[in-house]
């Protein structure tokens, strides 16, 4: 009977004994040798290691703790753990010798991942090297984000245009210049690098709480200042300076950043000789005022000055490949002086209710006045070439072009907004509205003519008849293409979004669930006449689940993301190719199917990362557009239908120790059909991409850098004439222009030298006087490849057809970086 009773007891003791959580392992040094008596403690609770460097300790089930371990003389490690029922967690980690307490090592954070955004830190990738370098740059190296003209700082994605994308700093919508035609014309980007701390982005299938646009969203942080700091950096190309500081007893933290740019180093390498003096300067101010405990007041404020003034001189361009090899020749007068200046300004004010629930209150204006003047005349020869000797052969083609502008845009945008965020166990409550009023005022007067061989052309779809000799030819002249228009309008809009976030445990397994909806109404105003269009609304839900399955070696995060996304006219969209306003436009729409997968492993001892999508959008009406380099040029109407499809994949991770790198690469097809005539290629459809951003150093000399950003894109469609149409009756047929560009190739190569930073720093002489301090050294497009953007459309009089030439982008070029933190 007692046999019987041991027995019994043995077994209960087993039971109770497999059914606890515990964490156990063996606690080492870098040599691998075990260490004894290192303490492993949370709360009140812990153990020590025994001879052999073991422990085991038992944890709480479905409790997150933070697990300590520490060793007199090695520095410790503080792990965050979340026991599971019936499981023992193996964690073995190896102490560092160190006279300080510095090293931390959490628990792997699943937020971006369920969220499905890519994070980054700026500061990790600011010697990137790049035409534009900053934030954009490193956006064009992701999956499903194209830009084949490095001198722009706008990017498509997947399938999407320029204007299809939301960019927030802090919380608050940025917005850009209008006008702007050509990426030489760009200047600054409103994201200054220096000031920014975190990058987040989305491709799509994103939330709720953010805006009414079709395809992604960038949401930037800028920097909170712990203490004063000055970077300071220049180059051939520009220059930036930032200062940071607390005053007013730390409870105002202040950043401002000023910024120039030069692109006259870029411009010169094409293939069009010119004088070129810009003016590109912009200076930033974040401030953040800490009122007390629960409340602060923050402020977002920029002033931006491009100053263009361009002087063509001439131009020799090479085309037609080996089977037909021709030449244009031009030579230039008069020149380009366009003036772009934008401010903006937000205040935002935040309040912690309490604990678990928090407002938000902003208000913001942007103002943009644009002005674009110029007066160019171009002679140009086309000559065929021997495709062997490369020498002209014969000239079979001559003529000469005015372009004349005198273009005037004034828009101001006031808005202001308020939410609520309420967190109630664990479900997350997110809430919003905003009203913006948009005045638009502008003036546009264009014209070109056109002498091709002697004979003044008059524009393709004027029907006069001309039957001289028999009969005089008494007709007006007019130009081969002109746009006259004013236009002063106000736009009203009211919107709304809900969102309903929660994190779910079944079983073992997490699930997180994202549930949301917005909402628009809108409507214009001609201030000309006091008309008033119709009022529109659109409503957008959203939904996305993320799952984290609990497989014991496989790290894996699946997402599955649907909804609908919505886009309001803005004034781009609603000015139609004769330059008026179309005041009854509706929304575009795209419906998002998303299906994502992040598999996180180890290679070679290193964290990796891949991530694979696969995506659908139904584009429904469309407001079909022709884009010519970087200006959109809209129909104005919803008479188009669409689609995109494809698939992104990106591996990241530590290819080299300590540094992180990534190969990514697109797949993508994306058509319209404009009154059912049939599907064409989108001007945006670049079937494949490839970008590997790779940063390496010398294992002897660390502080010896090199980072090297390489893209490969597929041909873009090459557009068409700017009077083209995809109206069947036009005389100039869109349909009828479905040639490609040349590939998009360009490796940029960068190398820096560390002078001084956080772990090399000087107690005495100059560099002392430096907390870092870097020598850079860039060579853009080090193949010399050339790349095109768009085509140049020279009509034959004789053929009347037109010829494409392709506007060469910029050459190799040799650019030097200093960059320092005082």
Known sequence: ????????????????????????????????????????????????????????????????????????????????????????????????????????????????????????????????????????????????????????????????????????????????????????????????????????????????????????????????????????????????????????????????????????????????????????????????????????????????????????????TKFGGLVQPRELTVFYEGNEQDDFKTYFGALSYKYKINPKTSLDLTTSMFNTQEQEYYDIFGAYSIAEIDPVSGEDLYVSGVGSELNHARNDLDILIQNIKISVQHRVNKHHFDIGAKFQKENIRDRINQWTTVDDNGITLRAPDDNVENNQPETPFVAAITPFYSVKSQNDADIYRFSGYFQWNKKWHVGNHILWHHVGVRTQTWWLKNNFNSFKSETKQVISPRFRLSLKPDWEDTDMVFRLAAGYYHQPPSY??????????????????????????????????????????????????????????????????????????????????????????????????????????????????????????????????????????????????????????????????????????????RADLGASYIVVDKSKQYTSGFFSLFKELDLGVELFNIFDIQNTTTNTWIYDVDSKRYNSVPNILTGRILNFKLGMVF
């Open 572 to 745: 781009k969209e609603l000015r139609n190719p004769q330059g008026n306003l179309v005041y009854n436009l509706d929304a575009q729409e795209a419906i998002h199917y998303v299906f994502s997968n992040e598999y996180s492993f180890e290679l070679w001892k290193r964290p990796f990362k891949m991530t694979s999508e696969i995506y659908f959008k139904q584009l429904n009406n469309v407001n079909a557009y022709s884009l010519d380099n970087v200006r959109i040029r809209y129909d104005a109407n919803n008479q188009t239908q669409a689609y995109a499809t494809g698939l992104d994949l990106r591996m990241s991770g530590e290819f080299v120790p300590g540094k992180e790198s990534w190969i990514s690469l697109g797949f993508l097809k994306t058509e319209e059909n404009t009154n059912n005539r049939g599907y064409i290629a989108r001007p945006t459809d670049q079937r494949f991409k490839f970008a590997m951003l790779f940063q390496d150093y010398v294992p002897s000399n660390p502080n010896f850098k090199v980072y090297l950003n390489l893209v490969l894109n597929a041909p873009l469609p090459g557009g068409s004439p700017i009077n083209a149409s995809a109206d069947s009756n036009a005389a100039v047929d869109r349909y009828d222009f479905q040639t490609r560009l040349r590939p998009y190739r």
């Open 1 to 316: 009977m007692k046999t019987l009773i041991y027995l019994f007891s043995f077994l209960h003791c087993l039971i109770v004994f497999s059914q606890k959580t515990y964490l156990k392992g063996k606690v080492t040094n870098k040599d691998k040798e075990p260490i004894v008596g290192v303490s492993i403690s949370y709360l009140e609770k812990g153990t020590v290691t025994n001879k052999d460097g073991n422990y085991l300790l038992e944890i709480p089930e479905n409790e997150k703790i933070l697990v300590k371990f520490s060793y007199l003389g090695y520095g410790s490690v503080i792990k965050s753990i979340k026991g599971r029922k019936n499981k023992t967690i193996n964690y073995s980690p190896i102490l560092q010798v160190q006279t300080e307490e510095i090293e931390t090592v959490t628990l792997k954070s699943y937020q971006a991942a369920q969220e499905g955004l890519v994070k980054m830190k700026a500061e990790k990738y600011k010697r990137i090297p790049g035409a534009n370098a900053g934030i954009e740059n490193l956006l064009m190296t992701q999956p499903g984000v194209n830009n084949s003209n490095e001198l722009s700082t706008q990017y498509s994605v997947r399938g999407g245009n320029f204007d299809e994308n939301l960019v927030y700093v802090n919380g608050i919508e940025i917005y850009r210049p209008f006008l702007i035609r050509s990426g030489q014309q760009e200047g600054l980007s409103f994201l200054n690098t220096d000031m920014t701390e975190n990058i987040n982005f989305s491709a799509g299938g994103f939330e709720a709480k953010y805006g009414d646009r079709l395809s992604s969203v960038l949401n930037i942080h800028y920097k909170k200042p712990t203490q004063e700091q000055t970077t300071f950096n220049a180059s051939l190309l520009g220059a930036s300076l930032t200062y940071e500081n607390l005053f007013l007893n730390k409870k105002l933290s202040t950043l401002i950043g000023a910024r120039y740019r030069n692109n006259q180093l870029l411009v010169n390498s094409k293939d069009t000789q010119t004088n070129f003096k810009p003016i590109f300067a912009d200076i930033q101010s974040y401030l953040s005022y800490q009122i007390n405990t629960k409340s602060s007041l923050d402020f977002l404020g920029n002033i931006s000055v491009n100053n263009y003034n361009f002087t063509p001189i001439s131009r020799v």
